[in-house]
């Protein structure tokens, strides 16, 4: 006759759910998107029949919180939270100055010539990343590179 120890079983009934709930890697990266659309509506809930509490232009960055249906939870880089149209955004990488100015430079570095002064809220392209520079295309058309660190998104 053979024994079987109960060991075994009791310790993988508590260790799978533990593992389960782990977050995957994709899970715990950050998503980000950008409006797509030329004015976005940033919705109280998931629906047309929720109000709009403000609207964005096109490129405007977000990170998504949540999703319910064909809508995503975002928050922004002020910490504001809205439900946006899955389809009325994209992921194209944009991102907004969240200091009061930003220099656009001809090249990344803080010695090089300014070509540009971007301000707060201001939607910026993204079009290459170098260290702690982005080069990036401002909604006026101007393109420069700025410190990261003055701006928010991908």
Do not use: C
């Not at 593992?19 to 047309?48: E, F």
């Not at 403000?54 to 975002?74: N, S």
């Not at 002020?78 to 009325?88: L, N, Q, Y």
């Not at 430079?105 to 010695?111: L, S």
């Amino acid at each position: 006759m053979i024994r079987f120890s109960r060991l075994p079983a009791l310790v993988l009934a508590f260790v799978l759910p533990l593992v389960a709930a782990l977050p995957s890697a994709n899970a715990a990266q950050t998503q980000m998107v950008s409006a797509a659309v030329k004015t976005l509506n940033m919705r109280t809930g998931p629906g047309k029949r929720y109000e709009t509490h403000w609207t964005v232009t096109r490129g405007y960055p977000f990170r998504v919180i949540g999703r319910k249906g064909g809508w995503l939870h975002v928050s922004d880089f002020e910490g504001d939270k809205a439900w946006v149209f899955r389809s009325m955004t994209s992921k194209t990488p944009h991102y907004v100055v969240k200091s009061r100015s930003a220099n656009l430079r001809r090249a990344p570095g803080v010695r090089s010539p300014v070509v540009k002064r971007a301000g707060y809220g201001d939607v910026l392209r993204t079009i290459e990343r170098r260290g702690n520079w982005v080069k990036v295309r401002h909604e006026g058309g101007a393109t420069g590179w700025v410190q990261r660190s003055l701006v928010w998104g991908w």
